[in-house]
């Protein structure tokens, strides 16, 4: 939309369905970036893919060039360790209800101290005023906030730091490596995501022979009471993501759901 408006182009980049090394992934980018590229905005750990990203040689790479670099962490704030500071990136966001299990409509921004001055925030409220442009309020909106449930994103960062962040990414690597070896080991059943641990995280996309992933996630949720995510388009998958709550006998469950499902061979 913005593009539209304010007429720039935004080039799409697209990562190879086999991923063997780093520079698989960073190649692609590599080869985008232009004289007149500004910013490069990648996701961290992809929801439609299971990829995780190299942020941190992406943004080496991109600073390298002067262009700034936006994370998307929808899918690594809550499940990984994240050191904003060791990654380099200008600007991260997270989102508050996915892997943190905490409210929904909420959210982190960060925005790197010497970036401040360049971004402007797109809603202002009362309050905001010429000497609040230095720091982190400037990006708030001062008006009618849901204050509730911004109390609520505190309580579960706390109740996430109990736990201990290399705990729950510990945690959650498991799980994910225990499901994505079984779901292999299915006849009929192919994995979209990396094994390899350095480029996939939490989040788990396969696929079943002459089964729709619309129908594989119906199937599964209706017969199982097991919830997961069907991908249909260009990027068509079946999407499992196990957290800290879940336990390997759930694991078990869905392995047996999914390989009952591959032998069916539901069409739909």
């Known amino acids: 939309m913005r593009s539209r408006r304010h007429d720039f182009t935004v080039k799409r980049v697209s990562t190879p369905a086999s991923v063997k090394t780093q520079d698989d992934l960073v190649r692609p980018f590599r080869e985008a970036l232009t004289s007149k590229t500004r910013v490069l905005s990648m996701t961290h750990a992809s929801n439609i893919s299971g990829v995780q990203l190299p942020v941190s040689e992406l943004c080496r790479l991109a600073r390298e060039r002067g262009i700034l670099t936006l994370i998307d962490g929808a899918q690594s704030f809550g499940s990984l360790r994240v050191d904003l500071h060791a990654i380099g990136c200008d600007f991260y966001t997270g989102s508050a209800h996915k892997w943190l299990m905490g409210p929904k409509e909420a959210g982190v921004l960060y925005v790197r101290r010497e970036r401040i001055a360049q971004l402007w925030p797109l809603i202002v409220g009362s309050g905001w005023s010429e000497e609040r442009q230095q720091d982190a309020r400037k990006f708030e909106s001062l008006g ?74 119906k199937y599964l949720y209706s017969k199982h009471r097991i919830g997961g995510g069907g991908l249909e388009g260009k990027f068509s998958g079946v999407r499992l993501c196990p957290n800290i709550y879940n336990t390997m006998e759930e694991i078990d469950r869905a392995v047996a759901a999914v390989k009952e499902l591959a032998s069916k061979g539901i069409v739909g």
């Open 144 to 217: 009618q906030r849901d204050d509730p449930t911004l109390a609520a994103v505190g309580r579960a960062v706390q109740f996430h730091q109990s736990i201990g962040v290399d705990r729950v990414e510990g945690r959650i690597r498991e799980l994910a490596a225990a499901l994505k070896t079984e779901l292999e080991s299915i006849p009929g059943v192919r994995l979209k995501t990396p094994r390899e641990p350095e480029f996939s995280a939490g989040v788990v996309i396969f696929s079943i022979a002459g089964v729709t992933p619309s129908a594989a996630a």
